[in-house]
C-alpha cells in the first residue's frame, strides 16, 4: 500500500514519516505517524490546509487533543485523501509557537484563528494561549464588535475550551442581542456563522449530516466529505451507495481501490462494497489483489468474472495464489464448469507446489473439491502415489512424471530404469530430454552419447 512519505526536517535530519490513523472532529484532522527516529508525531490540519507537525504527546483533559481522541472519528490513513491535504513526499518543518501563531493570523480572520490556535492547546503554553484569546476579547469588545467576540465565545464554547472561563467572558449584558442569534435553529444560522454550524452539525451528526455535507460541498472540501462518508460507512456498512457514489464522484479508479483496500478488513466479507471492488481491480490489472479479495470475501461472481479469475490463474507457470490454502467451497464455485482449465491451471502449478507440499497432500486437496467432472490430474496424482515405491513402474512412473512437467522426478525415475536395463534405448531417451528441460546440456550430452554408442 502507498505511503505519503512525508519527511520532517529537524536541522540537519530528515526524518521519513509513515502515517497511521486520521482523527476528524469538526474542522480539523490530526493524523499521528511513526518516524524513522522511532518516535511518534502529530500533525494538525484545518480544513484542507496543514497547521503543524508535533511530537506525539498525552491527550490531557480539557485539551482539544483529549476531545479529538474521544469524541473525533477514527479512520486508518487514506493515502488518497491525506495527499491532497499534504501532497507526497513533501518536506516539512515543526514551526515553533510563535512563528505558528502569526503564520495562522496571516491566514484566517481574528475569530478563526483564535479558534485554530487553540486546537495546539495540547503544546501551545497553556497561559501564552489565555492571555492571547483573553486580549483578542478585549479588542474585539474596545472595538465595538461585540457580535464578533460572542462569536469567537461560541465557537470555543463548541470546541470544549476552557468552558468555566470562556462563559464568563461572555456573560456580559451587553452581549444579549449577539447571544440572540445563536438562538436561531442551526439551519437558520447556516449563512450567518457556517464555522459555528459546522462544529455543531458534527456534535448532532446523526441529525445533521446532510447539513454537514452541503457545508463541504459549497466550501470544496470534497475529501472531507470523501472521509466523512466512510467513516458513517464503517460504523454502519450494510449500503455503500452513499459512500460509492461520492467516490465515484471525486476520484479516480486507483484512487478508490487505495481507499476500499485500506477499509476493507473493517467492512463484513459479506459486504456488497467487495463486489465492487472486485471490479475495480479487475479493470485495473490488479490480479493477485482481485484473487486475494475473492477467496477472502463471499463473493456472488458473474460469468465473465469467473472467467477473469480462471484467467489470472492460467496466465502464468508460477503460482500467483496458494490454492491449497482456499476453502474448498469457494475454489469450487470458481472454476465449476471448467475442469478442463482448472487442470490445465493444476498440471501447471504442480512443479511449484511439490516444493511445500506432497502427493498425497495434493491428493487430498483435489478430493475435497466439489467438482461434477472427473479431474485426470487426480487420477494421474493417485497412480504416482501408488507407483512410487514399486521398482517394477518405475518407467511409467517416468513417463506420467514427464507428462506432468515434473522433470525432476523424471530423471531419478529414468535414471533408475538405465541402472537396471542400461541396454534399454527408450529409459535412456527420455533421461536425455528430461536433461534438456532442465537446462543440463553436460547431462543431455552424456545421455546422447550413450545413445549413439549403443547404435552403432
Given at each position: 500500500?502507498?505511503?505519503?512519505?512525508?519527511?520532517?526536517?529537524?536541522?540537519?535530519?530528515?526524518?521519513?514519516?509513515?502515517?497511521?490513523?486520521?482523527?476528524?472532529?469538526?474542522?480539523?484532522?490530526?493524523?499521528?505517524?511513526?518516524?524513522?527516529?522511532?518516535?511518534?508525531?502529530?500533525?494538525?490540519?484545518?480544513?484542507?490546509?496543514?497547521?503543524?507537525?508535533?511530537?506525539?504527546?498525552?491527550?490531557?483533559?480539557?485539551?482539544?487533543?483529549?476531545?479529538?481522541?474521544?469524541?473525533?472519528?477514527?479512520?486508518?490513513?487514506?493515502?488518497?485523501?491525506?495527499?491532497?491535504?499534504?501532497?507526497?513526499?513533501?518536506?516539512?518543518?515543526?514551526?515553533?509557537?510563535?512563528?505558528?501563531?502569526?503564520?495562522?493570523?496571516?491566514?484566517?480572520?481574528?475569530?478563526?484563528?483564535?479558534?485554530?490556535?487553540?486546537?495546539?492547546?495540547?503544546?501551545?503554553?497553556?497561559?501564552?494561549?489565555?492571555?492571547?484569546?483573553?486580549?483578542?476579547?478585549?479588542?474585539?469588545?474596545?472595538?465595538?464588535?461585540?457580535?464578533?467576540?460572542?462569536?469567537?465565545?461560541?465557537?470555543?464554547?463548541?470546541?470544549?475550551?476552557?468552558?468555566?472561563?470562556?462563559?464568563?467572558?461572555?456573560?456580559?449584558?451587553?452581549?444579549?442581542?449577539?447571544?440572540?442569534?445563536?438562538?436561531?435553529?442551526?439551519?437558520?444560522?447556516?449563512?450567518?456563522?457556517?464555522?459555528?454550524?459546522?462544529?455543531?452539525?458534527?456534535?448532532?451528526?446523526?441529525?445533521?449530516?446532510?447539513?454537514?455535507?452541503?457545508?463541504?460541498?459549497?466550501?470544496?472540501?470534497?475529501?472531507?466529505?470523501?472521509?466523512?462518508?466512510?467513516?458513517?460507512?464503517?460504523?454502519?456498512?450494510?449500503?455503500?451507495?452513499?459512500?460509492?457514489?461520492?467516490?465515484?464522484?471525486?476520484?479516480?479508479?486507483?484512487?478508490?481501490?487505495?481507499?476500499?483496500?485500506?477499509?476493507?478488513?473493517?467492512?463484513?466479507?459479506?459486504?456488497?462494497?467487495?463486489?465492487?471492488?472486485?471490479?475495480?481491480?479487475?479493470?485495473?490489472?490488479?490480479?493477485?489483489?482481485?484473487?486475494?479479495?475473492?477467496?477472502?470475501?463471499?463473493?456472488?461472481?458473474?460469468?465473465?468474472?469467473?472467467?477473469?479469475?480462471?484467467?489470472?490463474?492460467?496466465?502464468?507457470?508460477?503460482?500467483?495464489?496458494?490454492?491449497?490454502?482456499?476453502?474448498?467451497?469457494?475454489?469450487?464455485?470458481?472454476?465449476?464448469?471448467?475442469?478442463?482449465?482448472?487442470?490445465?491451471?493444476?498440471?501447471?502449478?504442480?512443479?511449484?507446489?511439490?516444493?511445500?507440499?506432497?502427493?498425497?497432500?495434493?491428493?487430498?486437496?483435489?478430493?475435497?473439491?466439489?467438482?461434477?467432472?472427473?479431474?485426470?490430474?487426480?487420477?494421474?496424482?493417485?497412480?504416482?502415489?501408488?507407483?512410487?515405491?514399486?521398482?517394477?513402474?518405475?518407467?511409467?512412473?517416468?513417463?506420467?512424471?514427464?507428462?506432468?512437467?515434473?522433470?525432476?522426478?523424471?530423471?531419478?525415475?529414468?535414471?533408475?530404469?538405465?541402472?537396471?536395463?542400461?541396454?534399454?534405448?527408450?529409459?535412456?531417451?527420455?533421461?536425455?530430454?528430461?536433461?534438456?528441460?532442465?537446462?543440463?546440456k553436460e547431462e543431455a550430452k552424456w545421455c546422447n552419447k550413450l545413445l549413439l554408442e549403443q547404435r552403432s
Open positions: 500500500m502507498k505511503k505519503a512519505g512525508w519527511i520532517l526536517q529537524v536541522k540537519k535530519d530528515e526524518i521519513s514519516l509513515q502515517e497511521k490513523e486520521i482523527f476528524l472532529y469538526q474542522q480539523s484532522k490530526v493524523v499521528t505517524a511513526v518516524g524513522s527516529d522511532q518516535n511518534k508525531y502529530l500533525l494538525f490540519f484545518y480544513k484542507n490546509r496543514f497547521l503543524n507537525i508535533i511530537p506525539s504527546t498525552s491527550a490531557k483533559k480539557s485539551t482539544f487533543l483529549y476531545e479529538i481522541k474521544k469524541h473525533g472519528k477514527r479512520v486508518p490513513a487514506l493515502y488518497p485523501l491525506l495527499t491532497k491535504w499534504l501532497p507526497a513526499h513533501t518536506k516539512i518543518k515543526s514551526l515553533p509557537a510563535q512563528p505558528f501563531i502569526q503564520k495562522i493570523k496571516d491566514h484566517y480572520s481574528l475569530e478563526e484563528a483564535i479558534l485554530v490556535i487553540s486546537q495546539l492547546d495540547c503544546w501551545l503554553d497553556a497561559s501564552l494561549l489565555k492571555q492571547l484569546i483573553h486580549d483578542t476579547f478585549l479588542q474585539l469588545r474596545r472595538g465595538g464588535k461585540l457580535q464578533a467576540a460572542y462569536r469567537l465565545g461560541m465557537l470555543l464554547d463548541a470546541r470544549s475550551f476552557q468552558k468555566d472561563w470562556v462563559h464568563s467572558l461572555i456573560s456580559q449584558p451587553d452581549y444579549k442581542n449577539a447571544a440572540q442569534i445563536y438562538q436561531k435553529p442551526l439551519e437558520s444560522l447556516y449563512n450567518d456563522d457556517p464555522i459555528f454550524v459546522e462544529q455543531k452539525s458534527y456534535l448532532l451528526l446523526s441529525k445533521y449530516d446532510s447539513l454537514l455535507f452541503k457545508l463541504y460541498e459549497e466550501q470544496h472540501r470534497t475529501n472531507d466529505s470523501i472521509l466523512l462518508h466512510t467513516i458513517l460507512f464503517l460504523e454502519n456498512p450494510t449500503n455503500p451507495k452513499d459512500l460509492l457514489q461520492a467516490l465515484t464522484k471525486h476520484l479516480n479508479k486507483m484512487e478508490i481501490v487505495m481507499i476500499l483496500l485500506t477499509i476493507k478488513k473493517r467492512i463484513p466479507t459479506s459486504s456488497t462494497l467487495h463486489s465492487e471492488l472486485l471490479r475495480y481491480l479487475l479493470q485495473l490489472g490488479e490480479e493477485k489483489q482481485a484473487l486475494k479479495l475473492y477467496f477472502a470475501s463471499q463473493l456472488e461472481l458473474d460469468l465473465i468474472e469467473k472467467e477473469k479469475l480462471l484467467a489470472i490463474l492460467e496466465e502464468t507457470d508460477h503460482p500467483k495464489y496458494d490454492l491449497l490454502l482456499v476453502e474448498p467451497d469457494k475454489l469450487s464455485y470458481l472454476i465449476s464448469g471448467s475442469p478442463r482449465k482448472f487442470q490445465a491451471i493444476v498440471e501447471k502449478y504442480l512443479p511449484s507446489y511439490l516444493n511445500k507440499y506432497s502427493l498425497e497432500d495434493i491428493h487430498d486437496w483435489l478430493g475435497k473439491l466439489s467438482i461434477k467432472e472427473p479431474l485426470p490430474i487426480k487420477n494421474n496424482i493417485a497412480k504416482m502415489i501408488e507407483w512410487s515405491d514399486n521398482p517394477e513402474k518405475q518407467l511409467d512412473l517416468g513417463h506420467l512424471s514427464y507428462q506432468l512437467k515434473l522433470y525432476d522426478k523424471a530423471v531419478e525415475c529414468f535414471s533408475w530404469e538405465v541402472e537396471l536395463n542400461p541396454e534399454n534405448k527408450e529409459p535412456l531417451s527420455w533421461l536425455m530430454k528430461s536433461y534438456q528441460h532442465l537446462g543440463k
